[in-house]
């Protein structure tokens, strides 16, 4: 077996970019696998049953929360208990009208779509989706100026499930062609987590005792993404070192990592420390912060900021974002650590 160096765990393993192959390897094939989410399960259940028992595809459907909940594993799982093929693509790759009809004429019939990021689906994209999901045609505009003249297209059958880190941002006409469901996923239970864990465990073939599991668990930001992705480097750390997995070990590694022992990293903490600093605690609108940071607002408002509202660290407020007593306290080490 090779072994990884350390120069082979980036920095931001963590993040969404880079989690595609171990997202892969361990997302569960089956519902029984998938941890958690009980009613949003069960919900989906019943909507592919009742499907399946007409012969048809579910109405579309529209799955929201962090990244790393499970959202696109859900897509999957749909398309795969529908035992029908998974076409996927994401709202920033669908630039044009052209785009779009490419995509939805070339459907094979009942076909899962999955759109990723649907909220960066332009609104004149939007707009040539609604006839698509209501009555399933395209309507394609040819030639231009007075002669140009609308034609009706009519689409091979499909269900579109839809994913977003941003709800708000979806336009309300397109939130309501989601007649299957609007479901929310939200952060995970430390017993999910641990869970989920275990599992990946498992399958990565490590012996991860109740400690390991149970120390990773909680650095994990309440996130199955997360947690695979750092028993992963645990595991590179313990390779490495040629040492076995130990709760020592794991602090070490995760003090290598700067992960501490809430989960926060040092993006984390810059966006913090800018509030607190550069912003007296707020309120701060979320434009000014991301750009004091020199983020865009789309990566500070979906990726760093839901954990720190979970953890209380942060509110939001109609003037911004204000920093807690509990985020200050973290900040100035009394207390919490
Ligand atoms: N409920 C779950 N049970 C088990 N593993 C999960 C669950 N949700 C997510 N995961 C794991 O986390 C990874 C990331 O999930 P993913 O569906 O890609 O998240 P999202 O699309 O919401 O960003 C998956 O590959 C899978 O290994
Ligand atoms: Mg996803």
Same mark, same amino acid.
């Given at each position: 077996m090779s072994r990884p160096s350390l120069k082979a765990a980036p920095d931001n393993s963590l993040t969404e970019k880079n989690g595609q192959t171990l997202d892969a390897a361990l997302r569960p094939s089956e519902w029984d696998e998938y941890v958690g989410q009980a009613q949003v399960k069960a919900n989906l259940r019943i909507a592919i049953d009742a499907a399946r028992k007409r012969g048809g595809m579910p109405e579309h459907i529209l799955f929201y929360g962090?990244?790393?909940?499970g959202k696109t594993t859900l897509a999957h799982l749909v398309a795969l208990t529908l035992a029908a093929p998974l076409k996927s693509t994401s709202g920033v790759a669908i630039e044009r009208a052209a785009d779009l009809a490419a995509i939805l004429t070339n459907l094979e019939p009942n076909t899962v779509l999955f759109i990723d990021e649907?909220?960066?689906?332009s609104r004149k994209i939007e707009e040539l989706l609604y006839p698509a999901l209501e009555s399933g045609h395209l309507d394609i505009v040819l030639?231009?100026?007075?002669?140009a003249r609308t034609v009706e297209l009519a689409l091979p059958p499909f269900t579109l499930v839809g994913a977003t880190t941003?709800? #708000?941002?979806?336009s309300g006409p397109l939130r309501s062609r989601f007649g299957g469901g609007i479901f929310q996923l939200d952060f995970y239970s430390d017993a999910e987590v641990r869970d989920i864990l275990r599992r990946s465990a498992r399958l990565l073939n490590l012996a991860a005792p109740k400690e390991v599991i149970e120390r990773i668990a909680g650095r994990s930001r309440a996130t199955p993404r997360v947690a695979n992705a750092l028993l992963k480097r645990v595991r590179d750390y313990s390779e490495v070192h040629e040492l076995p997995i130990s709760a020592e070990l794991c602090d070490e590694a995760c003090e290598l990592f700067g992960i501490d022992a809430l989960g926060l990293m040092k993006d984390d903490r810059r966006y913090l420390e800018a509030l607190h600093k550069s912003f007296r605690g707020?309120? #701060?609108g979320v434009r000014a912060l991301a750009a004091s940071l020199h983020e865009d607002p789309d990566t500070v408002e979906g990726l760093y900021e839901p954990f720190l509202l979970r953890l209380g660290f942060l509110e939001r407020s109609p003037r911004g974002r204000i920093l807690t007593m509990k985020g200050r306290s973290y900040l100035t080490g009394e207390a919490l650590l």
């Open positions: 962090p990244p790393g909940v649907i909220h960066r689906l030639g231009k100026g007075p002669s941003r709800v #708000a941002e979806l707020g309120p #701060a």
